[in-house]
């Protein structure tokens, strides 16, 4: 699965009159392209819930597994663990095999990870740059962006050698950051395109999410291990120049970000986590989440708009992260938005699952190619809780 998208950034409308949907400022900076790749196999519903009872102690009930997968709303999801013959060998998990599975140590894990995060974010790297027709020596910025490993060298330097890229490429790592790395790597991007107007910044996330199942009875982390899938996404992000109208003009009718917001919720900082173990990384994820990212929003969104002179109608399409089907449930609610509003959300999880940083950026690709009208605004959420917001215009 690949694509093509344009976008520009909020650091391009300082000093600008406020921008109306579809107006930047005249140096914008633009997403060219996104490219996405995915590992070579997948785990479909029905294997997913047999690993599940491999992994998980006898106590909790597989009536729960399965109504854990009937709900995540998921059909497959890439795990690039997975061996030709359905096998995890990570996990001690054969073929045909419910028994209970091997816990691996951090470290088989972090060999798994670079070994698929670097082939995953080198495909959707080249296919970015294809799509964008930007040749790989035109790249100045690399930023990178991934919370589920890490190397170093690291995949950035991966990308280099496998790509071309010049040895003087300035890179920049977000690293840990969760679900919503893509709006912070955005900004990144973006504001370097912004600062000149002669860089070209090829972006990359990519995680391995499924290096990190964890053999637990807590239901949280199992939660986790139903949900998490393995993926990547690129984009290749530069300035563009403004048509007569005032709108950027790209390859591709290229929307603009006018803004990019943070948001922490407030008391919220234990319900969600992500901390290094001895065996994996190790997730805590409360049952409150989609309330209290509900009960925060709506106030959120109306003033991040109310900054551009736009209200919330004026919205075209939502690109939501599926931190799961609650989720997109409670953002639709909280803001009042029609049920279609998540079509895109829903269809990458159901064809790919939740993919961490990489999801958003699958999402903004399945918008262009469904035509979704402009203003869009991008949502994210990750440990701390902390959200991050893009307004595309």
Do not use: K
């Amino acid at each position: 699965m690949s694509g093509q998208h344009g976008i520009g950034m909020d650091a391009a409308t300082r000093g600008h009159t406020r921008p109306r949907p579809g107006r930047v400022g005249s140096r914008a900076p633009a997403i060219r392209s996104i490219g996405t790749a995915v590992p070579e196999r997948s785990l479909s519903a029905a294997r997913s819930l047999e690993v599940a009872r491999a992994l998980t102690p006898e106590e909790v009930p597989v009536s729960l597994l399965r109504r854990l997968h009937e709900r995540s709303g998921i059909e497959a999801r890439g795990c690039a663990v997975l061996a030709h013959d359905g096998s995890v060998p990570i996990y001690g998990v054969a073929a045909a095999d419910v028994a209970v599975a091997t816990s691996p140590g951090t470290a088989d894990r972090m060999q798994a990870y670079m070994e698929a995060a670097e082939t995953m974010a080198i495909d959707a790297s080249r296919r970015a740059l294809a799509h964008a027709q930007v040749d790989a020596s035109r790249i100045t910025h690399l930023v990178t962006a991934s919370c589920t490993g890490f190397a170093a060298p690291g995949v950035d330097q991966s990308i280099i050698g496998a790509l071309g890229l010049g040895a003087h490429v300035r890179r920049t790592h977000i690293g840990f950051m969760g679900c919503h790395a893509a709006v912070n790597a955005l900004a990144v991007a973006s504001a370097f395109a912004a600062a000149d107007r002669d860089a070209c910044v090829l972006l990359a996330c990519a995680e391995v999410c499924t290096v990190h199942f964890q053999a637990s009875a807590r239901v949280d982390r199992v939660v986790a291990n139903t949900l998490f899938a393995d993926g990547a996404a690129a984009a290749v992000v530069s300035a563009a120049p403004a048509d007569d109208d005032g709108g950027v003009q790209g390859p591709f009718g290229c929307p603009a970000v006018a803004r990019c917001a943070s948001a922490i919720i407030p008391d919220s900082v234990g319900s969600m986590a992500w901390h290094i173990g001895d065996h994996g990384f190790e997730m805590t994820l409360g049952a409150d989440v989609p309330d209290r990212i509900a009960a925060a929003l709506p106030a959120w969104v109306d003033r991040e708009l109310a900054a551009l002179g736009m209200a919330r109608h004026e919205v075209g399409g939502w690109a939501i992260h599926p931190g799961g089907p609650r989720v997109i449930d409670a953002v639709i609610a909280s803001l009042g938005l029609p049920a279609a509003a998540g079509d895109a959300s829903r269809a990458v999880l159901r064809r790919h699952g939740n993919m961490s940083s990489a999801t958003l950026l699958f999402i903004m690709d399945e918008m262009r190619r469904a035509g979704a009208p402009r203003p869009w605004i991008g949502l994210a959420f990750g440990p701390g809780l902390a959200g991050e917001m893009v307004i595309l215009a």
